[in-house]
C-alpha cells in the first residue's frame, strides 16, 4: 500500500506547520514558509498504545481540522479532558495545514478580492485540494510532513471525488447557524467531523456552496480566524462523548442541557460551609435527597427566570414548575 494512504499516528497530528504568517495586509505569506516543511509533532497526548506501536481500535469520534495555523491548536487539545478523551482512544484529532497543500512556489492561500475591496480572502484550491485529500483517505490520516507542497497526492481540481456523505463537512463563519448545546449534541452522534478555519476576510464562496455541508457560527461577534471556534466545538463535543467525563451523567445535568430540560443550572457549593460569612445552604447540607432535589429544581427555575426567561418559553416544565413560576411572577406566553 502506498505510505501516504497509510493511517498515520492518530493522536492529534500537526501537519506541516511552517510559520503561518497573517496577510491581512495583502503582504505576500510566501517569503517566510520554509522549503522543506518542518517534521510533523505529536503532541504528549498521544496515547500510550500508539507509542508502543499497538494498532489502535477506531476512535468513536475523529475531527479533522483544516486550518493554517496549525500551532494554534496545541496547548488547548493537550489539556485535561481533550487530553484524556485522546488517550482513552475514545477522541482523535487530525490537523491539518492547508498551506502543505500548495504546490506554486510561494504556497499562497490567500488573494485579493474580485471587485475591489480591503483585506484578502483565502483561496478555494488549496481548501478542496486538503479537504478533498484527507476525507477521501481513513480517518487519522495525515499528510506526512515531507510530502507537504512536493508529493502531496494526486488531485484534478476538475474532478471533485466522492466524499463520504455521513461526515458533515463544516465551514466555520459568523454567518452560520449558531452553535449551541443542542448542535453539539447533534455533532456528537457523528463519528467523523471536518472543520475548516477561514482567516482573513474570509473564504471564497465556492468552498461554500461546493464543499462545505454546513456553517456553523459560535455566536454574534467576529473573531479573526475559525481556529478558536473549531477548539469550542471540539470541547462542547467531546465531552458528550460517553465515557469522556469521569461522572457520565454530569454533561447532561449542565445548562442547556437535556437533563436540565431547558434550564439553566443553579447554585453549586463545595467546602468550606462557610466561607467569608456566606453560609452553603442548610438544606443541602440535610442529607435529604428528596428536598435537595427539589431545591436544587428551583434555583435552576429561578436562575434562568432571572437570567434567561426566553429559556423558559421552551423548557421542559412541569405542573410543579409552572405552578412556582408562577409564585415568581411568570406565566407562558402560551397555554400549556
Ligand atoms: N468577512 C467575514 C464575514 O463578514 O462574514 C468574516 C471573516 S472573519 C474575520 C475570518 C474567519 O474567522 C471566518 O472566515 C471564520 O472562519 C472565522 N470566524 C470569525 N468569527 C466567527 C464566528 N463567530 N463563528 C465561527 N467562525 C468565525
Redesign the pocket.
Known amino acids: 500500500m502506498d505510505r501516504r494512504h497509510q493511517p498515520q499516528n492518530p493522536s492529534l497530528n500537526l501537519a506541516p506547520e511552517g510559520p503561518s504568517p497573517e496577510s491581512e495586509q495583502g503582504q505576500p505569506v510566501s517569503a517566510r514558509v520554509p522549503e522543506d516543511a518542518p517534521a510533523q509533532t505529536s503532541l504528549d497526548a498521544a496515547p500510550k498504545s500508539m507509542e508502543e506501536g499497538h494498532r489502535e481500535e477506531p476512535p468513536r469520534l475523529h475531527f479533522d481540522i483544516f486550518t493554517l495555523f496549525p500551532g494554534m491548536f496545541q496547548g488547548p487539545f493537550s489539556e485535561s479532558i481533550i487530553k484524556r478523551a485522546q488517550e482513552k482512544g475514545l477522541l482523535r484529532i487530525g490537523i491539518h495545514n492547508i498551506r502543505a497543500y500548495t504546490t506554486d512556489k510561494h504556497h499562497i492561500c490567500d488573494d485579493t478580492p474580485y471587485g475591489g475591496g480591503g ?1 484578502m480572502i ?1 483561496k478555494p484550491e488549496p481548501i478542496f485540494r486538503a479537504v478533498e485529500t484527507v476525507l477521501t483517505r481513513p480517518p487519522g490520516w495525515v499528510l506526512p510532513p515531507e510530502d507537504a507542497f512536493h508529493h502531496l497526492p494526486p488531485w484534478d481540481p476538475e474532478q471533485p471525488p466522492t466524499l463520504p456523505s455521513d461526515v458533515p463537512i463544516i ?6 447557524r449558531l ?1 449551541t448545546q443542542a448542535v453539539a449534541e447533534e455533532l456528537s452522534r457523528y463519528h467523523r467531523i471536518a472543520l ?8 471564497d464562496e465556492r468552498v461554500r456552496t461546493r464543499l462545505a455541508t454546513d456553517e ?14 473549531a477548539m469550542v466545538i471540539v470541547d462542547a463535543v467531546t465531552r458528550l462523548l460517553p465515557g469522556v467525563l469521569g461522572y457520565e451523567l454530569s454533561a447532561h445535568q449542565d445548562s442547556h442541557s437535556p437533563g436540565m430540560d431547558g434550564l439553566l443550572e443553579g447554585p453549586q457549593y463545595t467546602r468550606p460551609a462557610v466561607f467569608r460569612g456566606e453560609a452553603v445552604p442548610e438544606i443541602l447540607r440535610s442529607g435529604h435527597h428528596g428536598k435537595v432535589a427539589r431545591w436544587r429544581r428551583e434555583q435552576a427555575l429561578l436562575r434562568t427566570l432571572e437570567r434567561r426567561p426566553d429559556l423558559l418559553e421552551k423548557a421542559r416544565l412541569t405542573q410543579e414548575d409552572l405552578r412556582f413560576l408562577a409564585e415568581h411572577g411568570w406565566r407562558p406566553s402560551r397555554p400549556r
Open positions: 483585506g483565502m465551514l466555520l463563519t459568523p454567518q452560520g452553535f475548516i478555519c477561514g482567516r482573513y476576510e474570509g473564504v456553523i457560527s459560535i455566536g454574534d461577534y467576529v473573531l479573526s480566524g475559525g481556529e478558536l471556534p
